[in-house]
């Protein structure tokens, strides 16, 4: 079997042409305090042991190095994407030598063509594929739930503070993302800046999600109603606007008049993942049939936008491919007449839905709360589920809600772009 070639030069790793059935692995000499590398030239693999002891060691792949180049003639500076055209990107690239330098902390390869390639140790660390820097990394990307309870406290943040305060608004949308429902309170009720102020947060956030209903929308009990929140019916917990494909991240309802010549009105929550945890448990064929079943939602109407039909096949718990929580579809209101599904299996749907929908109404899971002038309660529409009691208006008193949608992708980013400006945290 033909072994690599290695050379030492200081802590420089001069690699030789690499053969057929090369050995399995060159390893380096391990220096004390110093950072060396070794490369598993059949693997095409370079191990990276820092010269900080507290870094694990780090696994750096020689064909996503070479991709990842991070020079002004492979990755541009300013707009910060790659450059290098994949049609001249060589996957098998050799590397001639691989240099470490303390001082500037950094790591240079040599590649066969000549081009050298230059990493901060830093940014190479934050990268490294051993599991657990991949299982940190995953964290950028799914929410960090944290399922509740009836007894869960909702959490107050207040209005002007989280405007104005940069680590105020993290820790709102921190909370937002653990717990999926919060009450901003104190927002101002009067005139233009009290219409205004759910956007107002939204765009502090992010920006509003327009949708059939318009950029924002107004819950009052209206003639000629488009939707059944534009009456004083009781509405079951739901989600919001099922029959889109994608529907809102995150809901928003500021309450500007809630007189207390209203009897009912009162709102009511549940954490639909810890509701589908306790089904799973009670009654896994309901669980195998919410969780593979497509249900048809659908809005017909017509509101001042547009007339509309919007249609959506959704599973009411829809999984991840790696068998999380991703989505909660579940709204009553607008499941359509039409159900896609062959008629031996009505039932059992049927009897699933219901234990279900008891589940999550049931003491176990559901809170209440009756909202007061200036509150925005915030709830994650895709996982928490909102329910409304009828309610009866007494001589001359209004109930009146201002609500609005965000998207989680562009909450998330500004999570992210605050972890950074708060917390120094890096991408
Ligand atoms: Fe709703
Ligand atoms: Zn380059």
């Known amino acids: 079997m033909a072994m690599a070639t290695l050379r030492f030069i200081g802590r420089k790793i001069v690699l030789g042409k690499q053969g057929p059935g090369l050995a399995a692995a060159s390893t380096l000499r391990r220096a004390l305090a110093t950072t060396v590398g070794s490369v598993d030239k059949q693997k095409r693999l370079l191990t990276v042991r820092w010269s900080d002891k507290s870094r694990r060691d780090s696994l750096l792949p020689l064909a996503w190095l070479r991709d990842n180049c991070q020079c002004s003639a492979c990755f541009h500076p300013d707009t910060l994407s790659r450059l290098q055209l994949?049609?001249?990107?060589?996957?098998?690239?050799?590397?001639?030598?691989?240099?470490?330098?303390?001082?500037?902390?950094?790591?240079?390869?040599?590649?066969?063509?000549?081009?050298?390639?230059?990493?901060?140790?830093?940014?190479?660390?934050?990268r490294s594929f051993d599991s657990?820097?991949?299982?940190?990394?995953?964290?950028?990307?799914?929410?960090?739930?944290?399922?509740?309870?009836?007894?869960?406290?909702?959490?107050?943040?207040?209005?002007?503070?989280?405007?104005?305060?940069?680590?105020?608004?993290?820790?709102?949308?921190?909370?937002?993302?653990?717990?999926?429902?919060?009450?901003?309170?104190?927002?101002?009720?009067?005139?233009?800046?009290?219409?205004?102020?759910?956007?107002?947060?939204?765009?502090?956030?992010?920006?509003?999600?327009?949708?059939?209903?318009?950029?924002?929308?107004?819950?009052?009990?209206?003639?000629?109603?488009?939707?059944?929140?534009?009456?004083?019916?009781?509405?079951?917990?739901?989600?919001?606007?099922?029959?889109?494909?994608?529907?809102?991240?995150i809901q928003l309802l500021h309450c500007l008049a809630q007189s207390n010549n209203i009897t009912g009105g009162e709102n009511f929550f549940s954490d639909g993942f810890h509701?589908?945890?306790?089904?799973?448990?009670?009654?896994?064929?309901?669980?195998?049939?919410?969780?593979?079943?497509?249900?048809?939602?659908?809005?017909?109407?017509?509101?001042?936008?547009?007339?509309?039909?919007?249609?959506?096949?959704?599973r009411v718990i829809s999984l991840t491919s790696d068998g999380e929580y991703e989505m909660i579809c579940y709204n009553n209101q607008v499941r359509d007449t039409y159900l896609n599904m062959p008629a031996d299996q009505v039932q059992l749907f049927y009897d699933a839905l219901k234990a279900f929908d008891t589940l999550l109404h049931g003491e176990q899971c559901s809170v209440s709360t009756k909202l007061k002038e200036g509150d925005i309660v915030t709830f994650d529409n895709r996982r928490v589920l909102h329910g409304r009691n009828s309610y009866t208006v007494h001589g001359t008193a209004e109930r009146h809600l201002e609500g609005a949608y965000l998207r989680w992708d562009e909450v998330y980013s500004r999570i992210r772009r605050l972890e950074e400006s708060v917390r120094s945290r890096q991408p």
Request: one cysteine or more.
């Open 275 to 314: 509701a589908a945890n306790l089904l799973k448990v009670a009654n896994s064929d309901a669980y195998k049939m919410l969780t593979t079943r497509l249900v048809d939602f659908y809005d017909y109407e017509t509101d001042h936008l547009a007339d509309f039909h919007m249609l959506c096949r959704q």
């Open 86 to 126: 994949m049609e001249n990107f060589d996957p098998k690239i050799g590397a001639d030598s691989v240099q470490f330098d303390d001082a500037s902390k950094t790591c240079s390869v040599t590649w066969s063509d000549g081009h050298v390639s230059t990493y901060k140790y830093d940014w190479l660390m934050r």
């Open 132 to 249: 657990e820097s991949q299982q940190q990394r995953s964290l950028w990307y799914s929410g960090k739930h944290e399922l509740w309870g009836s007894d869960y406290a909702i959490r107050r943040h207040p209005f002007d503070q989280l405007m104005k305060s940069d680590s105020s608004l993290l820790q709102f949308l921190n909370d937002m993302e653990a717990f999926g429902l919060t009450v901003v309170e104190g927002a101002p009720i009067a005139g233009t800046e009290g219409l205004r102020a759910v956007t107002d947060l939204c765009n502090r956030v992010a920006f509003p999600m327009e949708t059939n209903y318009g950029t924002t929308f107004t819950v009052k009990s209206k003639l000629n109603p488009s939707n059944l929140a534009y009456t004083p019916a009781r509405l079951g917990l739901h989600v919001d606007l099922p029959f889109y494909k994608d529907p809102p991240g």
